[in-house]
């Protein structure tokens, strides 16, 4: 008999309740029950208010990437990431960094973007012109929206308005330039466009639709830069090959969408641990990157004057270090007390720093040994660990297959067994 996906009230259930309808549902043993239920440090009663139908959860590894030197300050940065050799490579990037000071990074503001989409105007044209005139009522009607916001100083500081061509007709676009301070500020600029929609749709006989912030923060921009020794990262024939694999990632964008992704190795690994929204933080990126109609690198690289490698990144970067998950899972808040982070500001730039030594280190690599060779190495032991290893064994059949060239499940299968007869 197939069973059933449609389930009456499944989010109005205790967890309990959950847990065992997907037991009996599923055919999960007792040990994979207990794996479900197995929240790491986050509550089960915690993670059951923060998403719906909560039945358990994952947990991924945390490690620390070390050697940060950041505006003049040591900083240790937790990375959450599933895939090896991201965090050894932000630390030893950061590290050559060190020789010329470190990182120095930036932020333009927490300034985000809500959009109210208007169609059907008699005049677009004309309805842009009103709404500008009536930019002092919009900012005032946004500004009622959140007392609190405004007494840290944030709040709607500036209204932009576009028509739009689209294959609906022309729509009129209401961009809200709103400051949110330390928060990331989705439903603090997704109210202030609710309250002005109506109002919109009197002054210009329109109809208003969508009324939404974007994630692609062009006014919230982190930026970092670091100038590596030529001597220190392999000499002039490694400069130059990092400059030729920049080049290729410039111009081409099959090459720039896995450039990009090693920059965001880095980058979500930290939002990730102080409970930021990851898919906003990447959809911004991506986008940005494609800003100038074409999609392209991220990060760029150029020689100084002496031949050192100098390296740098612009990104939005919209980060909170109040409200949602960065506040309710306990996990991201000792990451935010590790960093010792006193303001969204600095997170955004410590992140982009992260970013950028990330996006080095690969290339470093593809210039010189090749990405293979160090990555091989850590993921020789998941392989080793997937295959039933345990204790020395893993590291032992994690170097026997990379000294084969056979990092696949079956070879440690037989490695394990051979061993294993030995003891």
Avoid at 283 to 296: C, D, E, I, P, Q
Avoid at 391 to 403: C, F, R, S, T, Y
Wanted: glycine share 8%; net charge neutral.
């Amino acid at each position: 008999m197939e069973k059933s996906s449609e389930v009456s009230g499944f989010y109005k259930k205790p967890v309990e309740e959950r847990l065992k309808f997907i037991k009996e549902h599923a055919g999960l043993t007792d040990e994979e029950m207990a794996t479900l239920r197995d929240t790491g440090g986050l509550p089960i009663g915690t993670a059951d208010r923060m998403i719906e139908n909560v039945i358990g959860g994952l947990t991924l590894p945390m490690g620390l990437a070390v050697n940060f030197r950041i505006n003049g300050k040591d900083v240790l940065v937790p990375m959450v990431i599933e895939e090896p050799s991201v965090v050894a490579a932000a630390s030893n990037a950061a590290k050559m960094a060190r020789a010329k000071g470190g990182f120095t990074a930036s932020f333009s503001g927490p300034v985000m973007i809500a959009q109210v989409q208007l169609v059907e105007a008699p005049n677009p044209e004309l309805a842009k012109k009103t709404i500008l005139e009536h930019k002092q009522d919009i900012l005032e009607i946004c500004n009622k929206q959140d007392p609190m916001l405004i007494q840290a100083g944030g709040g709607a500081k500036d209204v932009e308005v576009r028509v739009l061509d689209t294959i609906k007709g022309p729509m009129v676009i209401t961009h809200l330039l709103v400051d949110t301070r330390d928060a990331m500020g989705a439903n603090a600029v997704n109210t202030m466009a609710e309250a002005v929609a109506p109002l919109i749709e009197e002054w210009t006989g329109g109809r208003v639709y969508l009324r939404i912030l974007s994630n692609l923060a062009v006014h919230r921009l982190a930026r970092a830069m670091a100038v590596f020794e030529k001597e220190i990262i392999g000499g002039e024939a490694v400069v130059e090959g990092i400059l030729n694999a920049y080049a290729f990632a410039e111009a081409d964008p099959f090459r720039a969408t896995t450039h990009n992704k090693g920059i965001m190795n880095g980058i979500s690994s930290v939002v990730l641990a102080t409970g930021n929204d990851t898919r906003a933080i990447e959809a911004g990126a991506h986008s940005f990157a494609a800003l100038k109609g074409r999609y392209t690198s991220l990060s760029k690289y150029e020689k100084d004057a002496d031949g050192n490698l100098v390296a740098s990144i612009e990104v939005p970067m919209a980060v909170g270090i109040v409200g949602g998950a960065t506040k309710t899972h306990p996990a991201a808040r000792i990451a935010l007390k590790i960093m010792d982070i006193k303001s969204a500001a600095e997170l955004a730039q410590i992140i982009a720093c992260v970013g950028l030594a990330q996006n080095f280190a690969a290339l470093r690599a593809l210039a010189t040994e090749g990405i293979q060779r160090g990555h091989m190495g850590l993921h020789a032991r998941n392989v080793a660990v997937s295959a039933g290893a345990t204790g020395e064994l893993v590291d032992k059949i994690a170097e026997q297959m990379v000294k084969e060239k056979k990092v696949r499940a079956d070879r440690a299968k037989e490695l394990l067994e051979e061993y294993t007869k030995k003891k």
